[in-house]
């Protein structure tokens, strides 16, 4: 199943360590089929409020997200990231084809009895 690794991006030092992370962190996703969706950009909160940027990277499965994650070529660069950035970070499993959200009710309903 798709996974996906979320960041909302709250400030970026925009310096040479993160020029040199966005130089080299596409080389590390693609021996595990990672690819950006979101990269940045404005938003349009329609409900709520938004600030930072998104970031959504998608991956065939949650191993390859976590492998890519920990991956040695990875962990090389993530400081160059972490170290210049404040971001909230999760990494969660998409749904499966066909999904409908009346299926979350099934679950509830099941969950309170």
Known sequence: MTAYVMANVHSTNF?????EYLRRV???MQPFGGQF???GGPVD???GSWTGDLIIIEFPDLDSARGWYESPEYLQIRHLRTENTT???IMFDGLPAGYLAKSAL????????
């Open 15 to 19: 310096g040479p360590e993160i020029i």
């Open 26 to 28: 596409d080389a590390t």
């Open 37 to 39: 969706l979101i990269h």
């Open 45 to 47: 909160a329609v409900e």
């Open 87 to 89: 971001a909230d970070t």
């Open 106 to 113: 099934e679950h509830a309903l099941s969950d309170a009895e």
